[in-house]
């Protein structure tokens, strides 16, 4: 039996408490957290100048350059003036150069050679980066618990990436078929498919930006309503994206450069010439570029709902996501008739394409704040 005590004496004197330790939750999780992080932002910089590039191939008209499908000895680039003019020989057996580009040279050929080539070279590399990422932090031990199926998801979607790359490209490598170009539904696909990727990094690496516990607190304050808002614009404005592709597909920005009228009248003329019917949604350049006008007003118009409401959000960094959303989204618009009245030229061209991703990052960051809202004290405010 424990002997007697004074009822003045300190328990403290005789045994130490055990430290509480804090944070509990983040350690049984574990894992370099910060450093997967740095990982990720490096992927999602270099999927950005991956649609950079891709962009430019297309203004170019270089994305048929290169006829086969290699993923491994397609890294290498012709070596000698021999295989150089095996390539352009390849070229020239399909119907881009046969029906647009019988005057190019062996010179010219070696310029939009490289657009490609460089595009499809730094698809590569994101490839490696990504595999040597993973199994960095999987060998070492350092995947924080739940996150393995995570990180192999933009692996995945790489992977894929590449296969829908080819089948896009496929569309156009035809011999007697009129073919002088991609088909703009397929362009749409791997446009949509790079957003899609783009999307997921850009939500993991919100969520690898706070702690666990301040997650899992965060979740409980979620603001419902105005996280459907959000869904549903961010929805709206890939379903944006994917019409825009199909404009640049068939080069549909350069039909019709006034505005706001498109020929002088509301609806273009001949917008549905082509049979079957159906053809006119994704190959009438007119109908094509009006749908994406008209997408154009309604989702402005609905952002401005969604932004009406989340400047009601309680929480101030909230509020300063949708103002950042909305301000890009507008200028967007702006971005939008400019390059239309100008005709599309590739610098105007570049920058609408370049403010799809900020406009798509931010729409992004918005409805992760409302899922995860980030508490403010009063005092704070």
């Given amino acids: 039996m424990s002997g007697k005590r004074s009822i003045f004496e300190e328990v403290t004197d005789t045994k130490k408490q055990q430290a509480v330790q804090p944070g509990m939750i983040d350690r049984g999780r574990g894992g370099a957290r910060n450093a997967i992080r740095v990982w990720l932002m490096i992927l999602f910089a270099l999927v950005v100048v991956m649609i950079a590039v891709g962009g430019l191939t297309r203004l170019t008209d270089s994305g048929l350059s290169i006829t086969e499908w290699r993923p491994i000895t397609g890294a290498l680039p012709p070596m000698t003036e021999a295989d150089w003019q095996a390539e352009f020989d390849k070229y020239k057996q399909i119907d881009q150069w046969r029906i647009q580009n019988q005057w190019m040279e062996l010179g010219d050929f070696k310029s939009i050679y490289w657009?490609?080539?460089?595009?499809?070279?730094l698809g590569r590399?994101?490839?490696?980066?990504?595999?040597?990422?993973?199994?960095?932090?999987?060998?070492?031990?350092?995947?924080?618990?739940?996150?393995?199926?995570?990180?192999?998801?933009?692996?995945?979607?790489?992977?894929l990436q590449g296969a829908v790359g080819w089948w896009m490209v496929a569309s156009g490598v035809t011999q007697g078929e009129g073919m002088t170009a991609v088909a703009s539904y397929r362009l749409a696909t791997h446009l949509g498919l790079a957003f899609v990727i783009l999307g997921a990094l850009?939500?993991?690496?919100?969520?690898?930006?706070?702690?666990?516990?301040?997650?899992?607190?965060?979740?409980?304050?979620?603001?419902?309503?105005?996280?459907?808002?959000?869904?549903?614009?961010?929805?709206?404005?890939?379903?944006?994206?994917?019409?825009?592709?199909?404009?640049?597909?068939?080069?549909?920005?350069?039909?019709?450069?006034?505005?706001?009228?498109?020929?002088?009248?509301?609806?273009?003329?001949d917008a549905t010439m082509l049979e079957p019917m159906w053809r006119n949604f994704f190959e009438s350049p007119g109908l094509v570029q009006f749908i994406h006008r008209c997408a154009g007003y309604l989702l402005f118009i609905f952002a401005v709902v969604v932004w009406r409401r989340g400047s009601g959000s309680a929480h101030p960094q909230t509020?300063?996501?949708?103002?950042?959303?909305?301000?890009?989204?507008?200028?967007?618009?702006?971005?939008?008739?400019?390059?239309?009245?100008?005709?599309?030229?590739?610098?105007?061209?570049?920058?609408?394409?370049?403010?799809a991703v900020i406009v798509w990052t931010l729409i992004l960051r918005a409805r992760f704040l409302t899922a995860y809202p980030i508490a403010t004290s009063v005092r704070g405010v």
């Fill in 319 to 355: 509020r300063f996501a949708f103002n950042a959303a909305f301000a890009a989204l507008s200028l967007q618009v702006v971005v939008g008739i400019v390059t239309v009245v100008y005709g599309a030229p590739w610098q105007v061209a570049i920058f609408h394409q370049f403010m």
């Fill in 202 to 269: 850009a939500w993991y690496i919100f969520e690898l930006g706070r702690e666990e516990r301040d997650l899992m607190q965060a979740r409980r304050a979620k603001e419902v309503r105005l996280f459907s808002l959000s869904t549903g614009l961010m929805h709206f404005a890939f379903l944006q994206i994917l019409i825009g592709a199909l404009v640049a597909g068939i080069d549909a920005g350069r039909s019709y450069t006034d505005w706001p009228l498109m020929g002088g009248q509301l609806l273009p003329p």
């Fill in 125 to 159: 590399m994101i490839g490696l980066v990504w595999a040597a990422g993973f199994l960095t932090f999987l060998l070492t031990r350092k995947i924080p618990t739940g996150w393995t199926g995570k990180l192999i998801v933009p692996g995945l979607l790489g992977g």
């Fill in 115 to 121: 657009w490609e080539w460089g595009h499809r070279q």
